[in-house]
């Protein structure tokens, strides 16, 4: 230190400048700044321009999607058969004053006037269509038929469906621009075989088509978490106890007074479905967030199904939300399965084997009787 100290006092005495102790980097210039980032808006663009072109994205999610979609069409199709004619067939003409108010144009009104018979046969149709879109089968023509199809029947008596027909109806038309059938379908079978490309224009539609998939989504719950937050019920933090008491949505009254007989547990889910629908939207931005995000969002529906009875609302929102999830996860829980099925299946009981009965034991019955061979000259029996 003594050394560094005269070192100094000399070349301070010899007029030569001293550097100074403070060592510490200036902060850039704003010059410097947009010099070493002049080239981020084009690495920005370029990066766009490759996830839009690059490859077909979500492909298991919306696999996913369409099979649970699917299902759920079907089984709303198959279960309203028997009052199928009484709410959307001839026997729905009650309707008409709000059918006018609603203004339906051409192809959805074509059931409007429709008699017994093509009501039906359009009922046929749409249920095979939900089971052709089900299985993934020329879906490029299939799922604008299914929209066309199913809105029409949807269309006559708007009042008794529930906000999972409407978002279904949405989904629909972004679904015929998104290649749904790239994975777990006929399709997709079909174009192994035929080595079919897949063009550029193709991907882009594709993606595109996710896009307004994930955006309708937020949009949806954004919009419902805001609405909700305005209500002096929900932000007293009442609101779930009203609807689970009710004779429209107490569907299991047992489950609902179990669900609402303690105070803290109603504040906390009324709460709890507030928050996580304003805040899904920017949870999607880091993968950590996203996940709580999905479970969250499928606990809420998976309460919407049981203790509302809505079901098909709630199933056609949580297939929605497959597309969220990444195609690794999807692979992992197939195989899951898979291996559980085999499991399940390798514990059951096997048939026991027929046990042989005594005629089955015989020789007789067994096999044939040997033909008789012929005396040989060694074996005793030759005359003397």
Known sequence: MEMKNEKIDEMS???????????????????AWL?????APVKFINTILTWFVGNRHADYGLAVM?????????????????VAARIWGPGSAYWDGFREILGYQWPLDLLR???????????????????????GWRTRIVTPLLFVFYAGINAQNVTIADGGNYFLRIMLIYLVFADISRRWSL?????????????????????????????????????????????????NGTAMYYPLQSDAYGVFPWLSDMATNFGPVVVLVTYFSVVIQIAFPFMLFN?????????????????????????????????????????????????WLDRTGRN????????????????????SAASPAPAKLPATPNSGTTKD
């Open 66 to 82: 369409r099979i649970s979609t699917g299902t759920l069409t079907l089984g709303w199709l198959l279960l309203n058969i028997p």
């Open 113 to 135: 006037n429709a008699g017994t018979g093509p009501f039906w046969l359009w009922y046929a149709v749409t249920i095979v269509l939900a089971i052709a879109f089900l299985l």
């Open 287 to 335: 993968k950590f967030t996203r996940r709580i995000a999905l479970v969250g969002i499928l606990a809420m529906h998976l309460g919407i199904a049981v203790l509302m009875g809505l079901p098909f609302f709630s199933g056609v929102m949580a297939s929605a939300d497959a597309v969220l999830v990444s195609g690794t996860t999807w692979v992992l829980i197939v195989a």
């Open 13 to 31: 005495s010899n007029n030569v400048a001293v550097p100074s102790e403070d060592t510490s980097a200036q902060p850039p210039t704003i010059r």
């Open 187 to 235: 399709d997709s079978r079909r174009r192994a075989k035929k080595n079919l490309k897949e063009t550029e224009t193709g991907t882009v539609l594709h993606n595109l088509a996710l896009i307004l998939v994930v955006g309708q989504l937020c949009l949806v719950y954004l919009e419902a978490g805001l609405y909700k937050v305005q209500g002096l019920l929900w932000q």
């Open 344 to 363: 399940i299946l390798g514990r059951l009981p096997k048939a026991a084997p027929r046990e042989k009965s005594a005629a089955d034991s015989s020789p």
């Open 35 to 39: 010099r070493s980032n002049r080239w």
